[in-house]
């Protein structure tokens, strides 16, 4: 069965689509997409796919695995000598990323366009920062004169809008409804109030530290008083679903501001990226409680090798406050606090508690 990907490369990383000739799927998103040391690895989480390759010249040598089962794979290369757009009699640049917001009436919704002009070809990606950071690919992009038309016939999304000096403004249609919206080169709430922003008056360290048990580094910061310590130290574990080390949503960054907050008056912390979260090694699809406990008990047997800390604690907010509840019960913490914790259950021998995102 024939199996197609479109890859690109922007600024902002790699994207791609999926399409399968045989099954009528066509510009199929996928979820993920990396490139390291010369293994390409393309993921479609709703769909179980995984895909791991070696890229040479010509082809992507390799094996997919889909729902238990594994299938070799070879991709050939083909690339395309079709423009997206031939010509152009644009009034402004409008490459780069756009800032957007949709009246939706009873709120206003976020959405950002990328825009790329190269040799002759506009492309573009869209991402709702509300629901997800991942950026998706856009199926079809027109600009002449000032006007622009984007189109996601996938999710019946469009979009028509005039350019001008100071920004887009136009409709966004979905499903035969049509609402204003408007797109700025500057992000409308970049910078919320309560962010902490530098200089700040202690020591910020980016760290890794090693999941012994189960082989894999975990990425994260420690934050440390001025002066020698040794100092009381808190670890933050977040809730559920894959979250960065600042639990990061809709702009927001609550574990910076606690710890900010912490450090200034006294106390050492250290937040990390979950597991196959940004930075971090290791996979969270499938991960259970019990897995994310050694995660946290690791950063607690990092930290005990570190002349400036003294006692140490995990603070874990929602599921965190669960996975806290079980290392006290390991005696390995000095301390805990639960920061709206799941409701409250027995651990018992053998159960696992699987995650699945």
């Known amino acids: 069965m024939p199996l197609n990907f479109e890859i690109t490369r922007t600024e902002i990383g790699y994207n791609a689509t999926m399409q399968s000739p045989q099954q009528s799927v066509s510009r199929y998103p996928v979820s993920s997409v990396s490139f390291n040391d010369g293994t390409l690895r ?30 070799e794979l070879i991709l050939e290369r083909e690339m395309s000598e079709e423009p997206v757009v031939r010509e152009f009699g644009i009034a402004y640049d409008i490459s780069g990323i756009w800032y957007g917001q949709v009246d939706l009436k009873i709120r206003i919704a976020k959405l950002n366009f990328y825009f790329k002009v190269s040799d002759g070809k506009l492309t573009a990606l869209m991402q709702s920062p509300e629901e997800s950071e991942r950026w998706g690919p856009v199926s079809s992009v027109k600009y002449i004169g000032n006007q ?3 189109e996601i016939p996938e999710i019946n999304l469009s979009f028509d809008g005039i ?24 992000d409308f709430s970049s910078i919320r109030p309560q962010t902490p922003q530098p200089p700040f008056p202690y020591e910020s360290k980016e760290i890794t530290f090693s999941n012994t048990e ?9 934050t ?9 130290a808190v670890i933050l574990v977040s809730g559920s679903g894959p979250q960065d080390r600042d ?110 995102p």
Request: net charge negative; hydrophobic share 40%; proline share 4%.
């Open 224 to 232: 440390l008083p001025a002066g020698d310590g040794p100092f009381t």
């Open 163 to 186: 350019v001008k000096e100071d920004g887009i403004y136009g409709m966004l249609t979905q499903r035969g409804i049509s609402v204003p919206a408007i797109f700025k080169r500057e």
């Open 148 to 150: 622009i038309e984007v």
């Open 247 to 356: 639990e990061t949503i809709s702009g927001h960054k609550p574990f910076l501001v606690i710890a900010d907050h912490l450090t200034r008056n006294g106390i050492a912390v250290l937040r990390y990226d979950d597991r196959g979260t940004a930075f971090s090694g290791g996979v969270y699809r499938g991960a259970s409680l019990e897995d994310f406990l050694t995660d946290a008990e690791s950063a607690i047997n990092h930290l005990r090798s570190n002349s400036k800390i003294g006692k140490i604690g995990i603070a874990g907010h929602s599921e965190g406050g669960a996975i806290a509840l079980m290392s006290a019960a390991n005696h390995v913490p000095d301390f805990i606090i639960t920061l709206l914790p799941d409701p409250v259950f027995t651990v018992k021998k053998g159960w696992r508690f699987s995650v699945q």
């Open 214 to 222: 189960q082989d894999f580094d975990l990425a994260g910061t420690l």
């Open 42 to 71: 393309i993921e479609i989480a709703n769909l179980d796919f995984t895909f791991t390759g070696t890229v040479d010249a010509q082809k992507i040598d390799g094996s997919f695995k889909q729902f238990g089962q594994t299938y």
